[in-house]
């Protein structure tokens, strides 16, 4: 026992520095992508960043600030040194460090994207079970109707037929605006339940085709044979012996949709007026506050990756037979 | 199964006319959601070809007395909130919509499969290099990415078109580089090498074709996953420059006026659902009628 612990430790320490060590590479490319994303402002970036100030002063200030009269490659070192010590800059627009702002909006994006998860979770997985079990039945053509559906409806559309369905016509729910969920938890729920379902939809559509083509293969598999020819129930062979090793690599695909949960916050924020981090890089955008815009999307890189890794790690230590 | 059933003299007979292509078409058309999605696509192709003469009104002509109208027989959609007809907006947002899914999705392949070969056919330093770069722009949310370089290069309808396309690249490198991978050992890529050809023309001529039916299903898919992008990036006002229709800032100046005028917002979000929708049935459809092992 002991000497097999040890050997799974040694196995996971080898695996976490092989993934670690693709991982710096990896960060190294996004700075630089993200970097180079203000190479492609036209004109004088100095000036452009600017934008209405035409004050000569304030404009030298930006070049010294951003070192752009020094050659590319200089600027890029001292934008990394600032990056890691987690200085992303300041906002041009109310002078607030951009660590701060994002600070600020994480938690309202945390709490919408958990939702979404949580409702894309509720109802991806049940039908992709139940269209798998019923195959071929009026069941499976339901949830895979369902699932075409939300891969396909675009959610800023779907946003704005919920407001008016439950907001102009029936009156229900807040068509816009955000409660911290400290604040007021009902009001909270009231302000986000619509805008989660929309982030959560496409999410639960993955989910279903997901789950449904893992549940058709272990149900295929001899152990679920060998669960049948015992006599066990057929409720008994799906709920115990099939969903728990189907539901293995669905949970790990959930960390995978985040880019999927980002780019869809970003627009359902912009349509429900929630204050979140989707948000923040479409006023960013409007504004013309690059530092912003590179800050928001250099996080956004930076969580991907970190799940990623984590989410490898959990499925290593889930699936025992990975561990050697 | 009916290929095999055939006797063994007509199968032989038949061999010349039935080549891959033709077999991969059939049995696409025997799919009605695949079938279903192409008709819907070249009617929508259709419509944005012949925009100028199937409209009813000039998409940008405003008029004060028609402001927000309903649906009526002389304005099947209605009016928007300048009195423009909507239905000639639509029908017009279809050009933008196709093209930008197009062009998007040309930029992406136009990068990305070169790439793809050198980084698949290369190996070694190149391809750590080039698989490095792919990882570091699929971190990016693809959205999120198309947003940022669409701010960074300055709204406009070709820009858009530039930032989706950028952002669609590395999903293409990363195909293409692991189906090199898995045809690079076979037989005829051997032979090819062993007669002396260049890498350059075994990767072109030799393994892209055989590639091909995978690349195709995935331009398929993400032709419209580039016009969703391309709505989003005009919802936002980083695509099509107004006064030019597009479903997308129609869908943004529909929300404005949710209370007074709802039919604004029915038609364009109805376009890109189905245009969207049509697009993923295609591929679905053409990724069962081309991968071999389907029957």
Not at chain 2, 26 to 46: E, H, N, P
Request: hydrophobic fraction near 55%.
């Amino acid at each position: 026992m002991l000497r097999r612990a040890r050997d799974t430790g040694r196995i996971m320490l080898n695996f976490l520095a092989h993934r670690i060590a693709q991982i710096v590479p990896t960060l190294f490319f996004v700075s630089v992508l993200i970097f180079s994303l203000q190479q492609l402002l036209p004109g004088d970036p100095a000036l452009v960043m600017a934008g209405e100030e035409r004050d000569p002063a304030v404009i030298e200030q930006i070049r010294q600030q951003y070192k752009l009269d020094q050659p590319i490659p200089v600027q890029y070192v001292y934008w990394l040194k600032g990056v890691l010590t987690g200085n992303f800059g300041e906002s041009l627009r109310n002078k607030m460090p951009v660590r701060e702002l994002i600070a600020q909006k994480l938690p309202v994006t945390l709490q919408l994207g958990s939702m979404a998860i949580l409702i894309a979770f509720f109802i991806g997985i049940p039908a992709g079970i139940i269209s798998a079990v019923k195959k071929g039945t009026a069941w499976d053509y339901g949830a895979n109707l369902f699932a075409l559906w939300g891969i396909s409806t675009p959610n800023f559309w779907l946003g704005i037929l919920l407001i008016f369905l439950f907001s102009i016509k029936l009156g229900w729910l807040p068509a816009s605006g955000y409660v911290p969920l400290t604040e007021n938890w009902r009001a909270s729920l009231a302000a986000t339940i619509m805008p989660a379902f929309v982030l959560g939809n496409a999410i639960s559509a993955i989910l279903m085709r997901h789950t449904r083509s893992a549940m058709l293969q272990v149900l295929e598999s001899d152990y679920v044979r060998t669960a049948r020819a015992k006599g066990l129930s057929e409720r008994v062979v799906i709920l115990k012996h099939a969903m728990r090793n189907a539901l293995t690599p669905i949970i790990t695909l959930g960390a995978l949709e985040l880019g999927t949960l980002l780019s869809g916050a970003v627009l359902t924020e912009q349509i429900f007026s929630i204050p979140g981090f989707g948000k923040l890089i479409v006023d960013a955008v409007f504004n013309r506050d690059y530092a912003v815009v590179q800050g928001v999307v250099l996080v956004t890189a930076t969580v991907y990756i970190t799940l990623n890794l984590v989410a490898d790690v959990a499925y290593v230590l889930v699936n025992p037979r990975l561990r050697g | 199964m009916t290929d095999a059933a055939l006797p063994a003299a007509a199968a032989t007979q038949a061999y010349e006319l039935d080549s891959p292509a033709r077999r991969a078409r059939r049995r696409l058309f025997k799919r009605k959601a695949a079938v279903f999605g192409l008709v819907v696509i070249s009617a929508f192709i259709l419509l944005a070809a012949l925009a100028p003469l199937v409209v009813p009104y000039d998409p940008i002509a405003t008029s004060w007395s028609l402001v927000r109208k309903p649906p009526t027989a002389a304005h099947w959609f209605g009016t928007d909130e300048l009195g423009r007809d909507i239905l000639s907006r639509v029908v017009y947002g279809a050009r933008a919509s196709l093209m930008a899914g197009l062009i998007s999705v040309a930029i992406a392949l136009g990068i990305g499969v070169p790439l793809g070969l050198l980084a698949g056919y290369r190996g070694g330093f190149v391809d750590a290099l080039i698989s490095r770069i792919t990882d570091a722009m699929l971190a990016c949310p693809f959205l999120i990415l198309a947003i940022a370089l669409a701010a960074f290069l300055g709204p406009s309808l070709g820009n858009a078109m530039i930032a989706i396309g950028i952002s669609a690249t590395p999903i293409f490198i990363r195909l293409t580089r692991g189906q090199v991978l898995s045809v690079k050992a076979e037989d005829y890529v051997e032979a090819a090498r062993a007669l002396g050809n260049p890498p350059w023309r075994i990767a072109f001529s030799h393994i892209l074709p055989n590639i091909l039916p995978s690349l195709l299903v995935q331009a398929t898919l993400s032709i419209a996953a580039a016009i969703i992008a391309e709505a989003a990036l005009s919802f936002l006002g980083l695509g099509q420059q107004p006064p030019a229709p597009s479903w997308g800032s129609m869908l943004n100046a529909a929300q404005r006026f949710l209370t007074q005028a709802p039919w604004m917002a029915i038609w364009p979000g109805l376009a890109i659902f189905l245009v969207v929708l049509s697009l993923n049935l295609l591929g679905d459809g053409l990724r069962d009628a081309l991968d071999p092992r389907q029957r």
